[in-house]
């Protein structure tokens, strides 16, 4: 079961970023990426972690999110060969920016031993 949940969830991440990305009418799912999928064990639910490089507040986007949700899950059924379509759920993916924060702290350093050492 692991490999064809594995498979569905990179195909359902796959089209939804598609669709997302080409197909929307609300600019701010333009700007919105799909950095993870994960179906559940019972294929009922879709939770998908996103990104979003815009200027709306994070609130907006999730609201956003949930409200074309419904689009995007018919579209979904229209585009992935799966006998029921997973309900979607969207999480914001804060590694990037844990992993960018943390990089900053390591350059502040490095900068701040540079000058101990000069």
């Known amino acids: 079961m692991s490999i064809k949940k594995d498979r569905i969830s990179s195909d359902v991440g796959r089209v939804l970023s ?7 009418k609300d600019e701010t799912l333009k700007h919105v990426t799909i950095t993870d999928c994960e179906v559940t064990n019972d ?3 879709a939770n998908v972690y996103y990104t979003y490089m815009g200027s709306e ?3 907006d986007v999730q609201k ?3 409200v074309a949700s419904p689009y ?3 579209v979904l059924a229209n585009r992935v060969d ?3 379509t997973p309900e979607l759920r969207f999480f914001y993916d804060e590694s990037i920016e844990y992993g960018q924060n943390i990089e900053r702290i390591i350059n502040k350093l490095h900068e701040e031993e540079k000058e101990d050492n000069e």
């Open 82 to 84: 799966l006998r029921h």
């Open 64 to 66: 956003n999110l949930e």
């Open 18 to 24: 598609s669709i997302m990305l080409l197909e929307a």
């Open 57 to 59: 507040d994070l609130k």
């Open 72 to 74: 995007l899950r018919t």
């Open 43 to 45: 294929l009922s639910y």
